[in-house]
């Protein structure tokens, strides 16, 4: 499990969090206030993942989150980036090609990484769209290339 600390990360903003009996849902960022709010009774991985999936909304300038309900139509996308995002701070690049490696179940994988599983799943999917970016700029590379050749 990486050492990073997204409570701490989102007090260096100088944003507080306040544990309270929250209903539906795990966590939640509210801009207008600039309060982090998180539920009492979670386990650590569901607080630090929680709260890392309200970080990234605030670092990526979202206005609104409430974590743990069905997203509505309009801020799926944002749910996406902001989950794509704390995945990629929670596990780190090589944290998860030793995961992938391992062959072991989602669980245990999720368990050693003192993350939730949905988590692993999501840092899954970023590394998926990280490869095919990175495929994506090596086409347009060689593209370009191919140009300055034919000049
Ligand atoms: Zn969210």
């Known amino acids: 499990m990486s050492d990073y600390d997204p409570?701490?990360?989102?007090?260096?903003?100088?944003?507080?969090v306040e544990y309270l009996p929250l209903h539906d849902v795990l966590a939640a960022w509210d801009a207008d206030r600039r309060k982090v709010y998180c539920a009492i009774g979670l386990?650590?991985?569901?607080t630090r993942c929680s709260l890392g999936h309200?970080?990234?909304?605030?670092e990526l300038g979202h206005h609104r989150c409430s974590?743990?309900?069905?997203?509505?139509?309009?801020?799926?996308?944002?749910?996406?980036?902001?989950?794509?995002?704390?995945?990629?701070k929670l596990i780190s690049v090589v944290e998860v090609t030793i995961a992938k490696e391992s062959g072991l179940p989602t669980n245990t994988i999720a368990h050693a990484l003192g993350v939730t599983?949905?988590?692993?799943?999501?840092?899954?999917?970023?590394?998926?769209?990280?490869?095919?970016?990175w495929l994506g700029n090596l086409g347009a590379d060689s593209v370009t290339?191919?140009?300055?050749r034919s000049t």
């Open 54 to 58: 309200e970080l990234a909304h605030i």
């Open 117 to 133: 599983e949905r988590m692993y799943r999501a840092r899954l999917l970023a590394e998926k769209d990280d490869e095919s970016r």
């Open 67 to 88: 974590y743990g309900t069905a997203p509505v139509l309009s801020t799926l996308s944002q749910e996406r980036a902001a989950e794509l995002w704390a995945a990629r």
């Open 145 to 148: 290339a191919g140009r300055v």
């Open 7 to 16: 409570e701490a990360e989102i007090e260096k903003l100088g944003i507080p």
């Open 43 to 46: 386990s650590q991985t569901q």
